[in-house]
């Protein structure tokens, strides 16, 4: 049987429902309480007028907000990038071959190894307020490896996506023609049963236009849906190609054109803007400012991998978009959570309304402003997915 608590004394709720709170995206609610029952949340309002419940949590005057929804990670690898890191901070700018490194460690690597960096990371993601997070293959480049590293994945979270088109294998360095029919034959074959979602890596050095087309509308054929890394580098077809295909999101887009803004806008396909990759090459930060201006839905991820953007940290993404990004406080929070619910095609999560499941964080902070006043600081202090506390 399930058991209701009640989460009052909330000094901000941020519900991402204007309905329910003051008019604004993050439909705020002041003195505010939230019901859980079983799973899900069943009530929201002032804290005077909550209903009596099995359970009560005293907030404390302290901030709740929706979970956070990371739509874009990398975490089935092995190895180590410290000295790439290093290098690359001493002066040599980021190219698309690092990726290479991570795959060698990760084919010798054992499914208990793999697993076991899987589910650290994942955890070290739920200590910081992630509680749905999307993860890719794309670190095995055979047959074997990205079914092994889909099958690892959808034991510990539902987003799954087959990322074999993320470079070249090494194996058919010579002959790319040959590797997309992999790709979009054998590979993919093994691969769909386990995933959710199709990507590709639309880049210079990796993978053009009409591959990047090839890939994904094979796995479309086999029940897949994409998701695209698109314009990362350098200005290329990866947005245009996102949006004829209805992808549910165009990720990184920092290289756009007015016609990618406007072909965003004018679409279902979210723009995910990966600021710990900025961060982490010292790369031109994207400009979330246009893009918002324009009408296009955005979501904020980590993008965390051993390469480029090695942070598990929604929070700390968070304030590198408010600083470097042009995005206010409350557009950052919504991007990060009803933004990457949206990347994901959910409607379940990524808000605190009747009806949602009951995926939330407590901040030792009275509003959710905090996160980009006070960057670095650990202000998450509870974690509740699908109504069971885990933090």
């Known amino acids: 049987m399930s058991s209701s608590t009640v989460i009052t004394n909330i000094a901000t709720l941020v519900t991402n429902d204007p309905s329910l709170g003051d008019g604004s995206p993050l439909g705020l609610v002041r003195d505010a309480a939230v019901?859980?029952?079983g799973d899900r949340v069943v009530?929201?309002?002032e804290s005077s007028k909550a209903p009596a419940t099995d359970n009560r949590v005293d907030a404390a005057g302290r901030a709740v907000l929706p979970g956070f929804v990371d739509s874009h990670s990398h975490l089935v690898f092995a190895g180590d990038r410290t000295q790439e890191f290093n290098a690359r901070m001493s002066g040599r700018p980021y190219t698309a071959g690092g990726i290479r490194t991570t795959v060698a460690a990760t084919r010798a690597a054992s499914d208990a190894e793999l697993e076991a960096n899987l589910t650290r990371y994942l955890a070290e993601a739920l200590r910081q307020g992630t509680t749905t997070l999307e993860t890719k293959s794309g670190y095995g480049l055979t047959?074997?490896?990205?079914?092994r590293a889909l099958r690892l994945a959808a034991r510990h979270t539902e987003e799954v996506t087959y990322l074999g088109a993320h470079v070249v294998s090494?194996?058919?360095?010579d002959d790319p023609a040959?590797?997309?029919?992999?790709?979009?034959?054998?590979?993919?074959?093994?691969?769909a049963p386990h995933a959710r979602w199709i990507d590709v890596f639309c880049e210079k050095g990796a993978f053009d236009g009409d591959q990047a087309r090839a890939v994904l509308t094979a796995g479309k054929a086999k029940g897949l849906h994409p998701r695209v890394h698109a314009n990362q580098l350098s200005y290329g077809p990866g947005v245009q190609l996102a949006v004829e295909l209805d992808a549910?999101?165009?990720?990184?887009?920092?290289?756009?054109?007015d016609a990618d803004v406007d072909a965003l806008a004018h679409s279902r396909t979210v723009a995910t803007l990966l600021p710990g990759a900025e961060f982490s090459t010292r790369a031109e930060w994207p400009d979330a400012r246009r893009l918002l201006d324009a009408g296009v839905t955005v979501a904020?991820?980590?993008?965390?991998?051993?390469?480029?953007?090695?942070?598990s940290s929604v929070p700390f993404c968070i304030a590198l978009a408010v600083r470097d990004m042009g995005m206010t406080p409350d557009e950052a929070v919504w991007s990060a959570t009803a933004g990457g619910a949206a990347a994901l095609r959910r409607t379940d999560i990524g808000r605190i309304a009747p009806g949602a499941r009951a995926d939330l964080l407590l901040l030792d902070a009275p509003s959710h402003v905090h996160l980009a006043y006070r960057p670095g600081v650990p202000l998450v202090d509870a974690v509740w997915r699908a109504g069971v506390r885990v933090v």
């Open 35 to 37: 019901v859980i029952d």
């Open 43 to 45: 009530w929201t309002g």
């Open 143 to 147: 047959v074997e490896d990205e079914a």
């Open 170 to 173: 090494p194996d058919h360095a």
């Open 178 to 191: 040959a590797y997309v029919a992999l790709v979009t034959g054998e590979m993919l074959d093994a691969c």
């Open 248 to 257: 549910a999101s165009a990720d990184h887009c920092t290289h756009l054109t």
């Open 300 to 311: 904020l991820s980590t993008d965390c991998n051993p390469g480029s953007s090695f942070t």
